[in-house]
Nanobody, 125 residues
Framework: QVQLAESGGGLVQAGGSLRLSCAAS????????MAWFRQAPGKEREFVAAITWTGANTYYADSVKDRFTISRDNAKNTVFLQMNSLKPEDTAVYYC??????????????????WGQGTQVTVSS
């Protein structure tokens, strides 16, 4: 069974940075496309960023483009989300997700069968 574990969340002031990590428990991690989503209180879960299994292609939501960077280290079964210039509206629980292939849009939650438990990111103004 695939297990994903996020870490690195916390409280940061606006303009600050955080780096989230998502560690996978299985050896086939390197063959999976990975993504980050987030969910703020009272809102639907939304796409943040995705990366193909080779790391050659990355995709971002417009709201985080040029501020966030997704990357992966297949040797360590880990995907990262570097978040810079954080804003209060970035406050949410951040989830990592994985899939063997993009059967539907990379930004659609239903594309991903594997999910972590989430890590809280709070940005104060």
């Amino acid at each position: 069974q695939v297990q994903l574990a996020e870490s690195g969340g916390g409280l940061v002031q606006a303009g600050g940075s955080l780096r989230l990590s998502c560690a996978a428990s299985e050896r086939t991690f390197s063959s999976r496309h990975m993504a980050w989503f987030r969910q703020a209180p009272g809102k639907e879960r939304e796409f943040v960023a995705a990366i193909t299994w080779t790391g050659a292609n990355t995709y971002y939501a417009d709201s985080v483009k040029d501020r966030f960077t997704i990357s992966r280290d297949n040797a360590k079964n880990t995907v990262f989300l570097q978040m810079n210039s954080l804003k209060p509206e970035d406050t949410a629980v951040y989830y990592c997700a994985g899939t063997e292939r993009f059967t539907r849009s990379y930004s659609y939650t239903g594309t991903y069968p594997y999910w972590g438990q989430g890590t809280q990111v709070t940005v104060s103004s």
